[in-house]
């Protein structure tokens, strides 16, 4: 029975790490979120997460439909190469992003 436990826990361990996104795809998705980043249109940062998800950080405002938003932005990171689950929008005023993380609440989202 302890034997069984243990290669169980071994392989979870071992497979938490295989989502994890290349640096192929890490790189396309550092120059996808530079060619998005614009004050104008209101982006002002991006990264993806270790889980393979695109977090895009905005001046969000109400009334906006932010899942309408993620939905665009996931078809077009797709059509760009980027192999990733989905996509969620943050508001930048209350995000923090880390090495492969982003804390914050999610105001749009889109799946593959």
Do not use: H
């Amino acid at each position: 029975m302890r034997n069984i436990v243990l290669i169980f826990l071994c392989s979870f361990l071992f497979s938490c790490g295989e989502n994890k996104p290349s640096q192929e795809q890490k790189d396309k998705a550092d120059r996808y979120v530079q060619s998005l980043v614009d004050a104008d249109i209101g982006i002002y940062k991006g990264e993806l997460t270790d889980a393979n998800f695109l977090i895009l950080a905005v001046d969000a405002y109400s009334g906006a439909n932010f899942d309408s938003y993620a939905r665009t932005y996931l078809e077009e990171a797709q059509s760009k190469g980027l192999e990733i689950k989905g996509v969620y929008i943050v508001d930048i005023k209350n995000c923090q992003f880390g090495d492969g993380w982003v804390s914050g609440k999610r105001i749009g989202r889109a799946y593959k």
